[in-house]
T-cell receptor
Framework: QKEVEQNSGPLSVPEGAIASLNCTYS??????FFWYRQYSGKSPELIMS????GDKEDGRFTAQLNKASQYVSLLIRDSQPSDSATYLC??????????FGTGTRLQVFP | EPEVTQTPSHQVTQMGQEVILRCVPI?????FYWYRQILGQKVEFLVS????????KSEIFDDQFSVERPDGSNFTLKIRSTKLEDSAMYFC?????????????FGSGTRLTVV
């Protein structure tokens, strides 16, 4: 079984700070990587996808991928209390089912 | 923005009863999935469905589970004889026909409580 690992947190950051969320994966052949945000009691919402090594920016979010280290991260700049949620890293297997990490709970305090 | 619609939002059932969870996929999506999330745990894959048949199923998806697309629009998950450990959030997810992976769109989920 391929694994996706995340620190469960909580990660607490003050409003306006950068939140850094990390994820490692075991399948060296993985080609695409997703970050989902999940508010308590709600469904996962896709916020970022990344396919190539390096950085991908979308608004306040930046995804970073390092395939050699099997590491993908999500940076949230200018963190807001509304960013408080659990962030799920997800990696598709070759059959396209998603393998999720346990998620990192982010708390942004005013 | 197109949505994946799931009904009911919450279902309470007695152990041993059958439940049917329903999903209306986004109209041009052809790949369908069910996932579940037990409270406080990971989101787990159950089954994928394409072209009116199961593409893949997990170890969780045993003989008490079944899926179908009875009328070309709804996509259903049936649990024949519910157990206490089936209590979880069940999410339907879909992908458009032109893969590769864009990432799924998840429905809002059904919270199943087995008592």
């Amino acid at each position: 079984q391929k694994e996706v690992e995340q620190n469960s947190g909580p990660l607490s950051v003050p409003e306006g700070a950068i939140a850094s969320l990390n994820c490692t994966y075991s399948d060296r052949g993985s080609q695409s990587f997703f970050w989902y945000r999940q508010y308590s009691g709600k469904s996962p919402e896709l916020i970022m996808s990344i396919y190539s090594n390096g950085d991908k920016e979308d608004g306040r979010f930046t995804a970073q991928l390092n395939k050699a280290s099997q590491y993908v991260s999500l940076l949230i700049r200018d963190s807001q209390p509304s960013d408080s949620a659990t962030y799920l890293c997800a990696v598709p297997q070759r059959t396209d089912k998603l393998i999720f990490g346990t998620g990192t709970r982010l708390q942004v305090f005013p | 923005e197109p949505e994946v619609t799931q009904t009911p939002s919450h279902q309470v059932t007695q152990m041993g009863q059958e439940v049917i969870l329903r999903c209306v996929p986004i109209s041009n999506h052809l790949y369908f999935y069910w996932y579940r999330q037990i409270l406080g745990q990971k989101v787990e894959f159950l089954v994928s469905f394409y072209n009116n048949e199961i593409s893949e199923k997990s170890e969780i998806f045993d003989d008490q589970f079944s899926v179908e697309r009875p009328d070309g629009s709804n996509f259903t998950l049936k649990i024949r004889s519910t157990k206490l450990e089936d209590s979880a959030m069940y999410f339907c997810a879909t992908q458009p026909r032109d893969r590769p992976n864009y990432g799924y769109t998840f429905g809002s989920g059904t919270r199943l409580t087995v008592v």
